[in-house]
């Protein structure tokens, strides 16, 4: 497995044999085979196909790979990213747009791309592997409706996620996806992932403050929905207008 190789410093439980498959070390001591199959192990893995210089990685289990394009690197090839039938891995173009600003600012090889933790159904968009900051370019369609859900279910699962993720530990900047469209060079970006690497909060892009949504007969914005929900926090406005949420 290629992508283990690669990524071998940072699966500090895997061990790459001279020969045989590799395994992961359990609790107890004995291995287990890293088979494609498996579900219930995450790791990170090295992607191809990487700028010469640049490395990135994804954090997911064997099973997610169903594919080998699921390993080729999107941040070296965002412009080319059509990967939507035939077994290939989807992506949306917000997140396309927003890898292309990451490498702008230089933070691309700081970040992991599409991460499952054990707290959200869905992958993230991005992790910073040497922070515990997560990093979503998202649309309307947070606080709108998705799909089966009503516009009241998908807002609380999208306001539950920033909560889990603070109470998880992590960071978590948020970006929306006009602002993903419209900004050519992203300051503001690189400004809003140095808030949430410095200390515990959310962080969400000026795009949020045009987000309103009525709750209790009130018409509130994202960020003070935030704050009702997460006791002991406060809300201000940062350098490039960036919103931040913060404990008191």
């Known amino acids: 497995m290629l992508g283990l190789q690669i990524a071998q410093p ?3 439980k895997v061990q790459m044999p001279a020969k045989g498959k ?13 088979v494609p199959s498996m579900t219930g192990w995450q790791f990170y ?7 010469e210089g640049k490395q990135h990685y994804r954090f997911c289990t064997p099973h997610t790979l169903d594919h080998h394009v699921c390993l080729r690197c999107p941040f070296c090839a965002y412009d080319l990213v059509v990967w939507t039938a035939g077994g290939k891995h989807f992506i949306w173009q917000s997140e396309v747009q927003l890898m292309w600003q990451l490498c702008m600012v230089d933070l691309d090889q700081q970040l992991c791309w599409q991460v499952k933790l054990q707290f959200w159904a869905a992958p993230f968009d991005f992790m910073m592997l040497d922070q515990r900051v997560i990093i ?3 649309g309307s369609c947070h606080f709108e409706g998705m799909y089966e859900h009503s516009s009241g279910k998908r807002l609380n699962d999208d306001l539950r996620f920033c909560v889990q993720a603070v109470g998880a530990g ?16 992203p ?14 909060c959310i962080v969400l892009s000026s795009g949020y403050s045009t987000v309103y949504i009525y709750e209790g007969g009130q018409l509130l914005t994202y960020a003070q929905l935030l704050v009702k929900r997460l006791a002991g926090f406060r809300v201000y406005t940062a350098a490039f207008n960036n919103i931040v949420i913060c404990k008191q």
């Open 45 to 51: 893995w090295g992607l191809t196909g990487c700028a």
């Open 136 to 138: 979503q370019a998202d």
């Open 10 to 12: 940072l699966n500090h």
């Open 187 to 200: 300051s503001y970006l690189a400004a809003a992932v140095q808030l949430a690497a410095a200390s515990q």
């Open 22 to 34: 590799a395994v992961v070390l359990l609790p107890n001591g004995e291995t287990r085979p890293i």
């Open 170 to 185: 992590f960071s978590v900047v948020r970006v929306h996806v006009q602002q993903v469209k419209c900004n050519k060079h």
